[in-house]
Protein backbone atom coordinates (compact mmCIF):
# COMPACT_ATOMS: atom_id res chain seq x y z
CA UNK A 1 0.00 0.00 0.00
CA UNK A 2 1.54 3.17 -0.86
CA UNK A 3 0.87 6.40 0.95
CA UNK A 4 -0.13 9.42 -1.39
CA UNK A 5 1.13 12.69 -0.07
CA UNK A 6 -0.54 16.07 -0.75
CA UNK A 7 1.30 17.60 -3.76
CA UNK A 8 0.49 14.44 -5.33
CA UNK A 9 3.59 12.02 -4.51
CA UNK A 10 3.58 8.87 -2.62
CA UNK A 11 5.07 6.47 0.05
CA UNK A 12 5.20 2.96 1.36
CA UNK A 13 4.40 4.78 4.56
CA UNK A 14 1.83 6.15 6.22
CA UNK A 15 2.88 6.38 10.35
CA UNK A 16 3.75 9.39 11.19
CA UNK A 17 5.97 10.91 14.26
CA UNK A 18 5.17 14.64 14.91
CA UNK A 19 7.15 16.97 16.73
CA UNK A 20 5.23 20.29 16.37
CA UNK A 21 5.50 23.63 17.88
CA UNK A 22 9.04 23.42 18.80
CA UNK A 23 10.30 27.38 19.30
CA UNK A 24 13.74 29.03 19.19
CA UNK A 25 15.17 32.24 19.71
CA UNK A 26 17.84 32.71 16.41
CA UNK A 27 19.59 35.22 14.16
CA UNK A 28 18.23 34.39 10.78
CA UNK A 29 17.27 36.22 8.23
CA UNK A 30 18.58 38.81 5.29
CA UNK A 31 18.74 42.07 7.08
CA UNK A 32 21.54 43.10 8.78
CA UNK A 33 19.59 43.47 11.90
CA UNK A 34 18.04 40.40 11.87
CA UNK A 35 21.48 38.73 12.55
CA UNK A 36 22.04 41.11 15.93
CA UNK A 37 18.90 40.38 17.55
CA UNK A 38 17.50 36.44 18.43
CA UNK A 39 14.18 36.97 17.15
CA UNK A 40 11.20 33.97 17.57
CA UNK A 41 11.34 30.97 15.31
CA UNK A 42 8.60 28.14 15.41
CA UNK A 43 8.91 24.72 14.04
CA UNK A 44 6.93 21.38 12.84
CA UNK A 45 7.89 18.05 11.88
CA UNK A 46 6.50 15.18 10.61
CA UNK A 47 8.67 12.07 9.90
CA UNK A 48 7.20 9.18 8.21
CA UNK A 49 8.00 5.49 9.90
CA UNK A 50 7.04 2.11 9.85
CA UNK A 51 5.80 1.75 13.74
CA UNK A 52 4.32 -2.08 13.09
CA UNK A 53 7.79 -3.29 15.13
CA UNK A 54 8.16 -0.68 17.36
CA UNK A 55 4.60 -1.59 18.15
CA UNK A 56 5.46 -5.16 18.77
CA UNK A 57 8.20 -4.49 20.95
CA UNK A 58 7.74 -1.30 22.50
CA UNK A 59 11.29 -0.51 22.27
CA UNK A 60 12.11 2.61 21.30
CA UNK A 61 15.35 1.35 18.99
CA UNK A 62 12.80 0.40 16.91
CA UNK A 63 11.20 3.90 16.18
CA UNK A 64 12.88 7.34 15.70
CA UNK A 65 12.99 8.45 18.84
CA UNK A 66 11.21 12.29 18.94
CA UNK A 67 13.71 13.69 21.22
CA UNK A 68 16.12 13.00 19.20
CA UNK A 69 14.56 14.53 16.13
CA UNK A 70 14.22 17.75 18.48
CA UNK A 71 17.70 17.98 18.77
CA UNK A 72 18.29 17.95 15.21
CA UNK A 73 16.11 20.85 15.09
CA UNK A 74 17.31 22.41 18.12
CA UNK A 75 21.24 22.21 16.64
CA UNK A 76 20.09 23.71 13.38
CA UNK A 77 17.87 26.58 14.44
CA UNK A 78 20.62 27.55 17.31
CA UNK A 79 23.16 26.81 15.05
CA UNK A 80 25.39 29.40 12.90
CA UNK A 81 23.04 32.09 11.26
CA UNK A 82 21.46 31.41 7.52
CA UNK A 83 19.93 34.42 5.23
CA UNK A 84 16.89 32.16 3.89
CA UNK A 85 13.61 30.26 5.67
CA UNK A 86 14.69 27.88 3.03
CA UNK A 87 18.05 26.85 3.61
CA UNK A 88 16.92 26.29 7.41
CA UNK A 89 13.72 24.30 6.52
CA UNK A 90 16.18 21.87 3.88
CA UNK A 91 18.96 21.32 6.54
CA UNK A 92 16.09 20.36 8.87
CA UNK A 93 14.86 18.10 6.85
CA UNK A 94 18.48 16.45 5.66
CA UNK A 95 19.22 16.43 9.45
CA UNK A 96 15.82 14.21 10.39
CA UNK A 97 15.72 11.88 7.53
CA UNK A 98 19.67 10.89 8.47
CA UNK A 99 17.62 9.45 11.80
CA UNK A 100 17.07 5.94 11.42
CA UNK A 101 13.97 4.59 10.47
CA UNK A 102 13.06 7.95 8.83
CA UNK A 103 11.25 7.66 5.46
CA UNK A 104 9.93 10.84 4.51
CA UNK A 105 9.91 14.19 6.42
CA UNK A 106 8.30 16.98 6.25
CA UNK A 107 9.06 20.18 8.00
CA UNK A 108 7.51 23.93 8.70
CA UNK A 109 9.40 26.87 9.72
CA UNK A 110 7.61 29.90 10.76
CA UNK A 111 9.78 33.14 11.58
CA UNK A 112 7.30 34.64 13.84
CA UNK A 113 8.27 38.33 13.72
CA UNK A 114 9.18 38.80 9.88
CA UNK A 115 10.56 41.92 8.86
CA UNK A 116 7.42 42.86 5.94
CA UNK A 117 6.87 46.10 7.01
CA UNK A 118 3.23 45.64 8.92
CA UNK A 119 1.65 43.05 10.99
CA UNK A 120 1.37 39.59 9.97
CA UNK A 121 1.29 36.43 12.10
CA UNK A 122 4.45 34.79 10.56
CA UNK A 123 6.01 33.71 7.30
CA UNK A 124 6.36 30.18 6.58
CA UNK A 125 8.24 27.61 4.46
CA UNK A 126 7.21 24.38 4.35
CA UNK A 127 9.34 21.28 3.13
CA UNK A 128 9.00 17.88 2.09
CA UNK A 129 12.06 15.13 1.53
CA UNK A 130 12.26 11.55 0.71
CA UNK A 131 16.14 10.37 0.51
Known amino acids: MRYAWPNGGQSAVADVIR ?3 MRFYARHGVLPHER ?11 IGVDVRQAQRTDA ?18 EGPPRALLERLAGEVADGLLALRGAQWVR ?18 VEVRREP
Open 19 to 21: VAG
Open 36 to 46: LVAQPFEVDVE
Open 60 to 77: IADSVNYAEAAAVVQTIL
Open 107 to 124: VRVRKMMPPIGFPVSWAE
